[in-house]
């Protein structure tokens, strides 16, 4: 007969860690780097305050990041490992991404050369490829989101937007605009190809510092949306300029696919792969 055996999974609670030092603050609360007390393992813990989240309506938005992180397993995918909570407090254990915040790299220097951007893009892509298999837009892909792994690898985070296609966006916008494509802004129904049109924002942002829409006022942002007015640095490459142009269009069935993008001739000439870097 089978010894059915008792696989004791034990909950990890708050005493389950050493607190390190503060990361930074997130949108709803501080995270720490932390580390499990009996493997020694380092991971990103970040607490969010239930009275904030309850204030802002953010519940709902929480238990989706919860549900679709914690779901996609990917190698630029941050994982969720766990959560728990207490009275006031509720705390998800993340992935800890020791080369910080992408954002922060790209402010450093300004904007990226065609290697390092198509080398970013190229692993955004296998992610974005992976959460549309599994049914799941991003939709709030942009540099802020992005973390990078121990080897420097791309770690897409922050899901608290993200919705299982097709959708209808119900929560009012915060942050920037400058990523809405137009069938959000025009309040359109929308699908997977919003992080299509996103894609193509943030490799415009990698190669020239700043989003292609970006203006002074909301209004003059949402016009440049609406008729796709953009234009390109006279030191953005033919080949980068042509990946682009092929993601920033109009109607969402119109832009390239995620297959298409991969084996674009830019990915294929700057980005590099792992096989490049690990010699033989
Ligand atoms: C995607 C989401 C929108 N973003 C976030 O949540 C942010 C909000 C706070 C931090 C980050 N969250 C995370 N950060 C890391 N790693 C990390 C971050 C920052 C540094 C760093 O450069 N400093 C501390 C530097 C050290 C030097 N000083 C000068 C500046 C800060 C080094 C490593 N791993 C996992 C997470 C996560 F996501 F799991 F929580």
Redesign the pocket.
């Known amino acids: 007969q089978s010894n059915n055996v008792e696989v004791e999974v034990e909950d990890k609670k708050l005493e389950d860690y050493d607190i390190g030092k503060p ?5 709803f609360g501080r ?1 720490y780097l932390a580390r499990t007390k009996k493997e020694h393992f380092f991971v ?1 813990l ?1 607490t969010l305050f239930k009275e904030q989240l309850r204030k802002d309506n953010m519940a709902h938005q929480l238990r989706r990041e919860i549900e679709i992180q914690f779901r996609l397993q990917h190698k630029n995918i ?1 994982r969720l490992y766990d959560y728990f909570d207490d009275e006031h407090r509720i705390f998800l254990v ?8 992408l954002y ?1 790299k790209l402010k450093k220097v300004g904007r990226f050369d065609d290697m390092k951007a198509a080398t970013y893009i190229r692993q955004m892509i296998a992610a974005l490829k992976f959460c549309h298999e599994n049914n799941v837009i991003h939709r709030d892909i942009k540099p ?2 992005i ?1 990078l792994g121990y080897h420097g690898e791309l770690k897409i ?2 899901f608290g937007w993200s919705v299982h296609a097709p959708s209808q966006r119900r929560n009012t916008m915060c942050g920037t605009i400058d990523y809405l494509p137009p069938e959000i802004v025009l309040r359109q129904r929308y699908d997977h190809n919003v992080d299509i049109w996103c894609l193509g924002v943030l490799t415009y942002e990698f190669l020239c510092g700043r989003p292609p829409f970006e203006s002074a006022d909301m209004q003059t942002t949402y016009d440049h949306i609406t008729h796709v007015k953009f234009s390109y640095p006279n030191y953005v490459s033919d080949l980068a300029k042509d990946f682009i142009s092929k993601l920033l269009i109009f109607k969402p069935e119109n832009r390239m696919q995620l297959i298409e993008a991969e084996k674009h001739d830019w990915i294929k000439q700057f980005a590099i792969t792992e096989d490049d870097v690990n010699y033989r």
């Open positions: 990361l930074g603050r997130g949108k995270v990103a970040k941050l993340l992935e800890y991404a020791p080369r910080g915040e922060e802020e989101n973390l985070s922050d």
